[in-house]
């Protein structure tokens, strides 16, 4: 069985400043990993993922999220927050034997920019 | 491309009524999903499908039903409907390759009064 936790369930960040989201995993197999965000009564929409290779992996809009095995963590970050980027994060995990390639999700963590 | 539609985005059902959700996608994906989102747990699967005729259950499908006779439809029924089903419906698809993001419909609101 796997399970996620996100470990804040609101971060309020001032406009520009860096934003950390942490996202920690557990697995009895190799798994692959999701960010998903959510506007404001929208559904949800795919940030970035980890499937193999560099650990390191980039979002379109300046977000970036690190593979780290050892700790099973999978932390979103951004170096300069907008307004915009105020909505709700998701981290989910899946893996190569899931059928149907179910994903599970974390609780979400709420971010709100203030200027 | 519409991508996921669900119909309605809103909706009150009192105690004991039973409704459809009705959800469907023109990608041609073959993998669909019902997930329900209450506050501060993310979201949970009620039920899948990988592909027409097949359907299994997910983490919490007790008080829903679902049918997939189409690829490009899946609807969730609730037959007596009670207060801890109010929530936020997410209906989504995806291609029936490892690994493929999943797409996500923008939800249906259902309050049971």
């Known amino acids: 069985a796997q399970s996620v936790t996100q470990l804040d369930s609101q971060v309020p960040v001032f406009e520009e400043a860096p934003v950390e989201l942490r996202c920690n995993y557990s697995?009895?197999?190799?798994?692959?990993l999701f960010w998903y965000v959510q506007y404001p009564n929208q559904g949800l929409q795919l940030l970035l993922k980890?499937?193999?290779?560099?650990?390191l992996v980039e979002s379109i809009n300046g977000f970036e999220a690190e593979f780290n095995k050892s700790q099973t963590s999978f932390h979103l970050r951004k170096p300069s927050v907008h307004i915009s980027d105020t909505a709700e994060y998701f981290c989910?995990?899946?893996?190569?034997?899931?059928?149907?390639?179910?994903?599970?999700f974390g609780g979400g963590t709420r971010v709100l920019v203030k200027p | 491309n519409a991508g996921v539609t669900q119909t309605p985005k809103f909706r009150i059902l009192k105690i004991g009524q039973s409704m459809t959700l009705q959800c469907a996608q023109d990608?041609?994906?073959?993998?669909m999903y019902w997930y329900r989102q209450d506050p501060g747990m993310g979201l949970k699967l009620i039920y899948y499908?990988?592909?027409?005729?097949?359907?299994d259950k997910g983490e919490v499908p007790n008080g829903y039903n679902v049918s997939r006779s189409t690829t490009e439809d899946f609807p969730l029924r609730l037959e007596l409907a009670a207060p801890s089903q109010t929530s936020v419906y997410f209906c989504?698809?995806?291609?029936?390759?490892?690994?493929?993001?999943?797409?996500f419909g923008d939800g249906t609101r259902l309050s049971i009064l």
């Open positions: 980890y499937l193999s290779g560099s650990t």
């Open positions: 990608m041609n994906h073959n993998y």
């Open positions: 697995s009895s197999v190799s798994v692959y």
């Open positions: 989504a698809s995806s291609p029936d390759r490892a690994n493929q993001p999943q797409h």
């Open positions: 989910a995990v899946s893996h190569s034997r899931a059928a149907g390639n179910k994903l599970t």
């Open positions: 499908s990988v592909g027409a005729g097949i359907t």
